[in-house]
């Protein structure tokens, strides 16, 4: 595999992963801007400005955009988080100068033309009605407005009715003319790709943008953690928990997404064996760490019938606290060979590889080797993951959302206050 990066004028940034064995490429524009960009009257408008790139430029019509890219077997697909925004293509290695004319096409000479953007504003407003008819978002939702209260990353991305009802064509290009920088944007293609000419596509079709950095969001609070009941007719009790993780540059961000893969990351961690093999609470259990840019969200989810929900929470706040003091080598071991073989077998997909290094762009400053990824995992031991554990348990209060009927939430909620008890936090110190 061969990396190369190359920076151009307009602070664009353009790196190239060339896969010689294959004959297919995956290739997208990712955008350093995202749900907490939006000031509080903007609110969905970076998702609802990813639907309208498919919506018709000055050049082509909605229709004639994806019928070009399928016409030659390939297919365009895009997504907004909470700090990026992606348009990407999959496409066989002749046609990607056709993808990179597309993808500039719908980022630089967008028509947002009324009649679609109206439609394109009430189909936003069926998925967000789907939403709050799916129990695992709902739950979410209200779990990171008490995590990050009255701040943009605490919101949903798809932005409510009423403020979808306010965005017109010219809020769109006032967003995308701010956010939309060339010190903030990344072209990444992997696959069978040519470096040298994807960087002279790339620095004719995207010369227009702006060499001056975007505005930056304002800084991550977490808050102050407690506790939400939301009652809902249902069959299951959808519990959730969250604490302030770390960002994606802390030195102990490997330490503690070991620690999160040994809690609930898998089949083998010790979540799932406890209160799914063992006690049979659960049909899913399982813990994540999301890394921003100045925060992280350590997170735990799991659906239960509402009589068991207090056993439930009750044994979690056991498992985890056992676990912050009684990590063994083993597991570490296991946790480490999971991120590796993640790691690796990313490698063999183009598409998860063009993602992985515009990531690394946008948070490092420049992809990351596989042999510094592979030295970051290894130098994880059990001291440092214990370590990253009772940080974890010290840094935050937690939060806590159960969704659901029945008496048992309440209590629930309440045993959680007992996964921050003062014994874990004067370990730390």
């Given amino acids: ?96 100068p056709l993808a990179l004319d597309v993808l500039s096409d719908i980022l630089t000479n967008p028509s947002f033309v009324p009649d679609e953007l109206e439609r394109e504003k009430s189909v936003i407003v069926q998925e967000i009605g789907a939403a709050q008819d799916t129990p695992d978002d709902v739950v979410f939702e209200h779990l990171n407005e008490l995590c990050f209260p009255d ?26 003319a701010t956010h939309y920088r060339g010190p903030d944007m990344v072209v990444a293609a992997a696959g069978a790709v040519d470096h040298k000419r994807v960087v002279e596509e790339a620095a004719q079709k995207f010369a227009g943008f702006d060499a001056t950095p975007a505005p930056k969001p304002q800084a991550a609070m977490f808050g102050k953690g407690g506790s939400r009941v939301v009652h809902r007719d249902l069959e299951q009790a959808h519990l959730t928990l969250a604490l302030e993780g770390v960002p994606q540059t802390d030195l102990s961000l490997f330490s503690l997404q070991v620690f999160t893969n040994t809690l609930g990351g898998g089949m083998s961690s010790r979540l799932f064996q406890e209160v799914r093999e063992k006690r049979g609470l659960c049909y899913s259990i399982y ?72 990531r690394h762009v946008l948070a490092y400053g420049r992809p990351l080797t596989v042999e510094e990824l592979v030295t970051r995992i290894d130098a994880v031991s059990v001291e440092s993951t214990r370590n990253a554990a009772h940080a974890l348990l010290s840094r935050s209060r937690p939060a806590v959302v159960a969704l659901g009927s029945g008496r048992g939430l309440d209590t629930a909620v309440s045993f959680a206050e007992g996964l921050t008890k003062p014994k874990a936090k004067t370990l730390l110190h």
């Fill in 287 to 358: 813990t994540f760490h999301a890394p921003y840019t100045d925060t992280g969200f350590f997170g735990l989810y799991t659906g239960t019938d509402p009589g068991d929900a207090p056993e439930m929470m009750e044994v979690i706040v056991d498992v985890i606290n056992d676990a912050v003091e009684t990590l063994t080598e083993a597991e570490i071991a296991r946790a480490k060979a999971q991120m590796k073989a993640g790691l690796l077998m990313a490698l063999e997909s183009c598409s998860s590889r063009a993602e992985q290094l515009a």
């Fill in 151 to 176: 701040q943009p990353m605490g919101r949903s991305l798809l932005g409510t009715a009423k403020t979808l009802k306010n965005f017109d064509r010219d809020m769109l290009r006032g967003y995308l």
């Fill in 1 to 96: 595999m061969s990396v190369d990066v190359t920076k151009l004028p307009s602070g664009l940034t353009v790196v190239t992963d060339t896969m010689p064995h294959l004959e297919t490429a995956a290739l997208g524009v990712w955008a350093g801007v995202g749900g907490r960009d939006e000031e509080p009257n903007e609110h969905g408008i970076s998702h609802l400005l990813e639907h309208m790139a498919f919506k018709g430029t000055t050049r082509r019509s909605s229709r004639e955009i994806v019928e070009e890219i399928e016409a030659v077997g390939g297919d365009l697909n895009a997504g907004t988080s909470t700090e990026t925004t992606a348009y990407y293509a999959r496409v066989m290695k002749a046609d990607v």
